[in-house]
């Protein structure tokens, strides 16, 4: 015999949904994402925009304070190279996250829930496919726990020594 139970609580929880924290720039990607949404293209609600003025302004930290406050995965995005309004701000930007990367794996955040994307003022759709192949991920992935995975990067760093 099966026992079963049943809480109150259980059913009025409603399900877990990603929580993706989006570092955009203001002169693309921002205007991109704009785009999907006056174009009414179909995409996830699960990123929380925060605009910042170029990619290079992003600070590594940003993407860290992310995930330490709740953030599933952090999505940056900038122009294309080249395109930069400021000159050479996402070559700085790329540069500088090619190496948080290998960082953000060493601090046990696995590369997945980090991304990396170039979308212009005009890339709506693109912006949008973004968005949801992201969501669908991160959906995969499960809900990042920040001090289990900081936990597990230390037990493994003093295990490695
Ligand atoms: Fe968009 Fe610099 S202005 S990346």
Same mark, same amino acid.
Request: hydrophobic share 40%; with cysteine.
């Given at each position: 015999?099966?026992?079963?139970?049943?809480?109150?609580?259980?059913?009025?929880?409603?399900?877990?949904?990603?929580?993706?924290? *989006?570092?955009?720039?203001?002169? +693309?990607? $921002?205007?991109?994402?704009?785009?999907?949404?006056?174009? =009414? !293209?179909?995409?996830?609600?699960?990123?929380?925009?925060?605009?910042?003025?170029?990619?290079?302004?992003?600070?590594?930290?940003?993407?860290?304070?992310?995930?330490?406050?709740?953030?599933?995965?952090?999505?940056?995005? *900038?122009?294309?190279?080249?395109? +930069?309004? $400021?000159?050479?701000?996402?070559?700085?930007?790329?540069? =500088? !996250?090619?190496?948080?990367?290998?960082?953000?794996?060493?601090?046990?955040?696995?590369?997945?829930?980090?991304?990396?994307?170039?979308?212009?003022?005009?890339?709506?759709?693109?912006?949008?496919?973004?968005?949801?192949?992201?969501?669908?991920?991160?959906?995969?992935?499960?809900?990042?726990?920040?001090?289990?995975?900081?936990?597990?990067?230390?037990?493994?760093?003093?295990?490695?020594?």
């Amino acid at each position: 015999m099966t026992k079963t139970t049943t809480s109150a609580t259980q059913t009025a929880t409603t399900p877990w949904e990603p929580k993706i924290v *989006g570092i955009l720039c203001y002169w +693309c990607t $921002y205007a991109g994402a704009d785009l999907a949404g006056s174009s =009414r !293209l179909k995409q996830a609600p699960n990123v929380r925009v925060v605009r910042v003025p170029c990619s290079g302004r992003i600070d590594p930290l940003f993407v860290l304070r992310a995930f330490a406050r709740g953030a599933d995965a952090v999505l940056v995005s *900038g122009c294309h190279p080249g395109d +930069c309004h $400021y000159s050479k701000g996402n070559y700085y930007c790329r540069r =500088r !996250l090619s190496v948080f990367k290998r960082l953000l794996e060493f601090i046990g955040i696995p590369k997945e829930r980090f991304r990396v994307h170039w979308i212009s003022a005009a890339e709506g759709q693109q912006f949008a496919q973004v968005v949801n192949t992201m969501t669908e991920e991160v959906r995969r992935l499960g809900p990042f726990r920040w001090q289990e995975a900081a936990g597990a990067a230390a037990q493994q760093g003093i295990a490695g020594r």
